[in-house]
C-alpha cells in the first residue's frame, strides 16, 4: 500500500539514460533500456501530452460531451454493462489510464429525477460542477499511480528515490542519476549553509542574498523627507509593477512557462547527451534565497588533456539553459565544465531577478570550491551575452578567480532597453532597470584584477544600440573602453582613447591590421614597459603607467592593450562560439 501511495504521488520519470560502459565493465550487468517505453500517441487530441493526467480528464470530457448522442464511437462502444459494474476504468503501464462511463448502445443520457448530470450546455451549481471535476481529477490521479505501480521499471525507479532522500550515499547518487524525472523532486546535493563553504569566508550572505553594488541615487542632495517619499511613491509603484510583469519577461524570455514547455523535447535531450556522451552529473544546489538552482557537472580531470585541471563555469544568456547553451564550447576544447540554470530556468526554481541571480552564482561558485574541489585559480567565467552579469560579480565578488571571458556581453542594462522602448517611457525605463533591473557589468567587471577577454561579434543585432551594421553601437566597445580607463587612466587620456576608437570601427581583420600597422605599435617596447611598472608598483589596478610618457607612446600602448583585451568574432549574437575562439585571455 505504501508503495502504491508513493507512485500515485511521485514524480513524472522523463527518460532511463543508457548505462556507461565503464560502468558496466565493474558492474558486469546488462545494458539498461534506453528510456521508459511511452504509449504510441493517441490521435483524438494530438495536442495533449500521452500518458498524463490532462490526456485522461480530457478522454472523460470527451466522453461524456458525447453523451448526448444516440451513441459512442464504434471506437469506444462497449456492450451494456450491468448498474453495478457500470462505470470501470482502464489503464495502460506507466501512465495514467482513462475513465470509460459511457451508456450502452441504444441508451442515452436522461436526467433523473433529483439526480442531474455533467453538461457543459446546462446550467449547473458551480459547487456540483466543481466537485465532479475534483473527483475526476483524484480519479485519474490514483488510476496513474495503478499504471506506474504495475511498471516494475517506475516501482525501481522510485525505491531508488525513496533511498537517496533517506540517505545520500554516493551509490545511492549514482543510481539515482541514471534516471532523468521532475526535478522537484530531486535530493538537495549542496546546501549555501554547509560548515565547510562558509568556515574561510568572512561576512558571507545572510538569508537576503549576496551584496549587490547599488546605483547612486537619481537625485543627489536631496532632503529625503516623508513629504519627498510620498512624491516617489507612484513612480516607484509604477516602476515595481513594469519590472515585475512585462520587464523581467522581456529581459529573460527563457523564463516564460510556455517557452519551456515548447523547448522541453531539445532540453531533455541535450541532458541525455551530457550524461550519456559526456558522464555528465546533475546536482541541485539550495541557494540563500530558498531558490534551487539547477547544475550541470562534467569532470575532465581524469583525462589525459591538460586542461581538464581547469573548471569553466558557464553563464548562460537570457533564453539559454546548460543543455543546449555555451557549454559546448569549453567541452570541446577539453576543459572541466560547470552548467548552471538561471531561476527560474527549466530546474531552477525562483524568478531571474538581479539579487537572486547573484545568489545562484554564490552558491555554484561555492559548490565548485568546496564540493568538487577546484581551487579559486583552476577557476575561469565564461559568459554569453546577459550571463556577463553574474560573471562580472563573481569576478568581483572572488578575487582569486582564474580569468573571465565574456562573450557578446555589454557594459550597461539602461542603453539597450532604451533602444527597445518608446522615448515617451525614457524616464520610466530608466528608472526601473536603476531599481529592480540594474545589470551594471562594467561597473562589476572594473572591480575585478585578474585577466578579462572580450569576444565582440561584428554582425551583433542585440546588444547594437542602432543597427547591426553599426559597429560602434555595439555596447562591448563600451565595456572595453569602460575597462581601459579604470585600468590604466593614463594611458586612455584623450589621445588613447581616440586611437582605440577609430581601432573599434574596423570590421574586419584586414582594416585592424591596418590601425595597427600605421601606428608602429612595437609589441615588445609595450611589454617591457607593462612589466617594468609591474615589478615595480604591483598587479594592483588601477596602474599610472603612461604619465610621462609623450602623446605618440601612449596611442601606441593604448592600441596594444585593446588588440590584448578585446577579439573579433563575424558573427551574430546567437551563433554557437567555435572552439578555436575560445581562448584564454592574455596576462603579463
Given amino acids: 500500500m505504501a508503495k502504491l501511495l508513493s507512485c ?21 550487468a546488462p545494458e539498461t533500456p534506453a528510456s ?13 501530452p500521452p500518458g498524463s493526467v490532462f490526456s485522461s480528464l480530457w478522454y472523460v470530457l470527451r466522453v461524456h460531451r458525447t453523451c448526448s448522442t444516440s451513441a459512442l464511437p464504434a471506437a469506444l462502444r462497449l456492450p451494456k454493462p450491468a448498474p453495478e459494474t457500470r462505470g470501470h476504468c482502464a489503464h495502460g503501464p506507466g501512465h495514467g489510464g482513462y475513465v470509460l462511463s459511457a451508456p450502452g448502445p441504444g441508451e442515452t443520457c436522461r436526467q433523473h429525477p433529483g439526480t442531474g448530470y455533467l453538461s457543459l450546455s446546462k446550467v449547473v451549481p458551480f ?79 545572510s538569508r537576503r542574498g549576496v551584496a549587490l553594488l547599488r546605483p547612486e541615487p537619481l537625485h543627489r542632495g536631496t532632503a529625503d523627507t516623508l513629504l519627498n517619499r510620498a512624491k516617489k511613491l507612484p513612480c516607484q509603484i509604477t516602476s515595481y509593477l513594469v519590472a515585475h510583469t512585462l520587464g523581467r519577461r522581456m529581459l529573460y524570455p527563457g523564463s516564460v512557462y510556455l517557452l519551456q514547455k515548447a523547448l522541453m523535447p531539445v532540453l531533455l535531450q541535450g541532458q541525455a547527451r551530457l550524461v550519456e556522451e559526456c558522464d555528465g552529473r546533475r546536482a541541485k544546489l539550495l541557494a540563500c534565497d530558498g531558490n534551487e538552482i539547477d547544475t550541470m557537472f562534467v569532470d575532465r580531470r581524469g583525462t589525459a588533456e591538460p586542461q581538464g585541471q581547469k573548471l569553466v563555469i558557464c553563464c548562460e544568456g537570457n533564453a539559454g539553459f546548460y543543455e543546449v547553451g555555451c557549454v559546448s564550447t569549453p567541452l570541446e576544447a577539453g576543459y572541466s565544465v560547470l552548467g548552471w540554470n538561471h531561476p527560474g530556468f527549466a530546474g531552477s526554481t525562483g524568478v531571474p531577478f538581479p539579487q537572486n541571480e547573484a545568489n545562484a552564482m554564490d552558491v555554484v561558485v561555492q559548490f565548485a570550491v568546496h564540493r568538487l574541489g577546484f581551487q579559486p585559480q583552476d577557476i575561469i567565467l565564461y559568459a554569453w551575452s546577459i550571463g556577463g552579469f553574474t560573471a562580472t560579480w563573481a569576478a568581483m565578488s572572488y578575487p582569486d578567480i582564474s580569468a573571465v571571458i565574456l562573450d557578446a556581453s555589454f557594459d550597461d542594462l539602461v542603453p539597450l532597453a532604451l533602444k527597445v522602448m518608446p522615448d515617451s517611457c525614457r524616464g520610466l525605463v530608466t528608472r526601473t532597470v536603476r531599481q529592480h533591473l540594474n545589470l551594471n557589468n562594467a561597473e562589476q567587471l572594473c572591480r575585478y584584477q585578474g585577466p578579462v577577454l572580450l569576444i565582440r561579434r561584428t554582425k551583433d543585432e542585440i546588444i547594437t544600440t542602432t543597427a547591426p551594421e553599426d559597429i560602434m553601437s555595439n555596447r562591448g566597445n563600451d565595456l572595453l573602453l569602460k575597462l581601459l580607463q579604470h585600468r590604466y587612466p593614463h594611458v586612455m587620456a584623450e589621445e588613447g582613447l581616440q586611437v582605440v576608437r577609430q581601432w573599434l570601427e574596423a570590421s574586419s581583420q584586414l582594416e585592424e591590421a591596418s590601425i595597427y600597422s600605421r601606428w608602429e605599435v612595437e609589441e615588445d617596447w609595450c611589454l617591457s614597459v607593462l612589466r617594468s611598472y609591474q615589478a615595480e608598483h604591483g598587479p594592483d589596478f588601477p596602474w599610472s603607467v603612461g604619465e610621462d610618457m609623450s602623446a605618440r607612446e601612449r596611442q601606441q600602448l593604448a592600441l596594444f592593450l585593446a588588440q590584448k583585451h578585446l577579439h573579433n568574432f563575424e558573427a551574430t549574437h546567437c551563433t554557437p562560439l567555435p572552439v578555436q575562439h575560445f581562448q584564454m585571455p592574455w596576462h603579463l
Fill in 8 to 28: 500515485v504521488l511521485g514524480p513524472r520519470l522523463y527518460k532511463i539514460y543508457r548505462e556507461r560502459d565503464s560502468e558496466r565493465a565493474r558492474s558486469g
Fill in 36 to 48: 521508459v517505453t511511452a504509449p504510441a500517441p493517441s490521435s483524438w487530441c494530438p495536442w495533449v
Fill in 127 to 205: 459547487s456540483h460542477y466543481a466537485g465532479t471535476l475534483l473527483l475526476l481529477l483524484a480519479g485519474v490521479a490514483c488510476l496513474r499511480g495503478v499504471g506506474r505501480w504495475t511498471n516494475p521499471q517506475y516501482r525501481q525507479f522510485i525505491t531508488i528515490l525513496e533511498a537517496t532522500h533517506r540517505n545520500q550515499s554516493a551509490e545511492n547518487k549514482r543510481q539515482l542519476a541514471s534516471y532523468n524525472f521532475d526535478f522537484r523532486s530531486w535530493p538537495v546535493d549542496f546546501h549555501w549553509e554547509e560548515p565547510s563553504s562558509r568556515k574561510e569566508s568572512r561576512g558571507g550572505p
